[in-house]
T-cell receptor, first 113, second 116 residues
Framework: AQSVTQLGSHVSVSEGALVLLRCNYSSSVPPYLFWYVQYPNQGLQLLLKYTTGATLVKGINGFEAEFKKSETSFHLTKPSAHMSDAAEYFCAVSEAAGNKLTFGGGTRVLVKP | GAGVSQTPSNKVTEKGKYVELRCDPISGHTALYWYRQSLGQGPEFLIYFQGTGAADDSGLPNDRFFAVRPEGSVSTLKIQRTERGDSAVYLC??????????????FGPGTRLTVL
């Protein structure tokens, strides 16, 4: 069975500071990994995904994540936070292409001016 | 093109009533997924369709929940004898399902169900 743990349900960062959201997963097979963002009253939007190949994945809005198999992690980073990054972020894992997603509990990001 | 749409956006019902939630996937997407998101939690998988058939319904919590996709496009999630614990946002997603590793699920805005 798959599971996803996101450390920290809430993160507060200053505008311009580094954003780091942590995600650890468990999977019995090589996983597909995803980060989604959810803005208030909107649907989930894909930020980036890892399937195969390069372990450093770049996504939209300046976000990137690195797949570290030895640490079973897929942490999300952005070098400089913007006010528009305030949202809830979800890490998810899938065991096969097109298969169901298992989500973490989410991390809500607050950006302070 | 148009994204995944879900209707209604909000549904308030009384305990014990029957409800139907509708999902219109992106045109041409053969795979359709239902998830449930309770307050303060991540989405949880309910059921997934490949075409008209349910390929995986392991996430349905009990036999009060049922979903159909008769023509391989629009899907309806049906909940019988609703309980207060069914209150949540119900999310629908669709994908092309080409079995490619680049397949992505696109989510609708959700239906917020409140059971009084």
């Amino acid at each position: 069975a798959q599971s996803v743990t996101q450390l920290g349900s809430h993160v507060s960062v200053s505008e311009g500071a580094l954003v780091l959201l942590r995600c650890n997963y468990s999977s019995s097979v090589p996983p597909y990994l995803f980060w989604y963002v959810q803005y208030p009253n909107q649907g989930l939007q894909l930020l980036l995904k890892y399937t195969t190949g390069a372990t450093l994945v770049k996504g939209i809005n300046g976000f990137e994540a690195e797949f570290k198999k030895s640490e079973t992690s897929f942490h999300l980073t952005k070098p400089s936070a913007h006010m528009s990054d305030a949202a809830e972020y979800f890490c998810a894992v899938s065991e096969a292409a097109g298969n169901k997603l298992t989500f973490g509990g989410g991390t809500r990001v607050l950006v302070k001016p | 093109g148009a994204g995944v749409s879900q209707t209604p956006s909000n549904k308030v019902t009384e305990k014990g009533k029957y409800v139907e939630l509708r999902c219109d996937p992106i045109s041409g997407h053969t795979a359709l997924y239902w998830y449930r998101q309770s307050l303060g939690q991540g989405p949880e998988f309910l059921i997934y369709f490949q075409g008209t058939g349910a390929a995986d319904d392991s996430g349905l919590p009990n036999d009060r929940f049922f979903a159909v996709r008769p023509e391989g496009s629009v899907s309806t999630l049906k909940i019988q004898r609703t309980e207060r614990g069914d209150s949540a946002v119900y999310l629908c997603a669709s994908s092309r399902f080409t079995s490619s590793s680049t397949d992505t699920q696109y989510f609708g805005p959700g239906t917020r169900l409140t059971v009084l």
